[in-house]
């Protein structure tokens, strides 16, 4: 037999391809060939019970993970981000029980756990920054726990940072925490050009206003607004008219500095 053949015979294994009719010679060595395994197909062997096992657990973990990713992401309503007016947080209320839920099922992302502490919180808006309607201190505390969680997890959130400064009292004894809030919000996201309204809001309606570090984001924050057009001009009325007594003349101050004419609309009023 050939060594061209026999090689074929060895790596195909198929018999009749390779030699028709076998000569005088080769009759002893074929029966022997034959018995042998064909190369390339070693028999299929059974995996040992233990890596069975542990394939299993494998796919059992990667599954759970699967459904934790993908539960949160059905449960979840769209985010909206913390709501401005009252409007919009009485639209965003009724996701609010989704909200939670999601959260407690995904556990460790704090942007859900923002989302439901934003959903729930109607009951703090009225004008911006003043809380006109009841809430039971269960409701306060389930919010403040929602947004903890959501800065525990995220604390770059600038938006939780606001409402944590929001869900503080605006009394002399609470100044401190509201001030600390505020700088927090201003430092993870200074140039947020959507939150200026409420912040501005938050610091004339508390002592924060009082500290220096504070009144330079808040001179950002009017220069902000004025930037974006003359229809924000209300916004920065609305925080002068709403100011405790004392923070009004800083705010008059820090506006007369970016643009003497506002300065003038805020202070018209005192003049009549």
């Known amino acids: 037999m050939s060594t061209d053949k026999l090689r074929c015979f060895l790596m195909s294994g198929i018999w009749q391809r390779c030699e028709q009719r076998p000569r005088e010679g080769q009759r002893e060595i074929l029966p022997v060939l034959a018995g042998m395994p064909r190369q390339g197909t070693p028999p299929l062997k059974s995996a040992p019970p233990k890596k069975k096992f542990q394939l299993l657990v494998l796919s ?7 459904a934790w990713m993908l539960a949160p992401a059905l449960l979840a309503p769209q985010p ?5 007016n009252r409007d919009q947080a009485d639209a965003a209320y009724p996701r609010w029980p989704r909200a939670v839920l999601a959260a407690q099922i995904a556990a460790i992302r704090g942007d859900l756990w923002a989302e439901a502490a934003f959903t729930g919180a109607r009951f703090i808006w009225g004008d911006p920054g003043q809380r006109r309607d009841p809430a039971t201190p269960k409701e306060l505390n389930g919010i403040r726990v929602n947004a903890e969680t959501a800065l525990k997890w995220a604390p770059i ?28 919000s201003y430092l993870t996201a200074p140039n947020d050009a959507r939150l200026a309204p409420l912040r501005l809001m938050r610091a004339a309606t508390s002592t924060a206003l009082a500290n220096k570090d504070l009144q330079y984001f808040v001179t950002n924050d009017i220069k902000e607004l004025l ?3 003359p229809e924000h001009q209300q916004d920065i009325v609305a925080a002068y008219q709403a100011a405790w007594a004392q923070n ?24 009549k």
Request: proline residues 9%; glycine residues 10%.
């Open 80 to 84: 909206g981000g913390l709501p401005l």
């Open 248 to 271: 009004q003349p800083v705010l008059a101050a820090l506006a007369a500095d970016i643009d003497p004419e506002m300065a003038r609309l805020l202070n018209l009023p005192q003049s």
């Open 227 to 229: 930037n974006r057009g």
């Open 60 to 66: 059992f973990i990667v599954g759970l993970c699967g």
């Open 157 to 184: 959130n600038a938006a939780a940072w606001l409402l944590l400064s929001m869900l503080t009292p605006s009394a002399p004894d609470g100044g401190s925490q509201v001030s600390t809030f505020l700088e927090m």
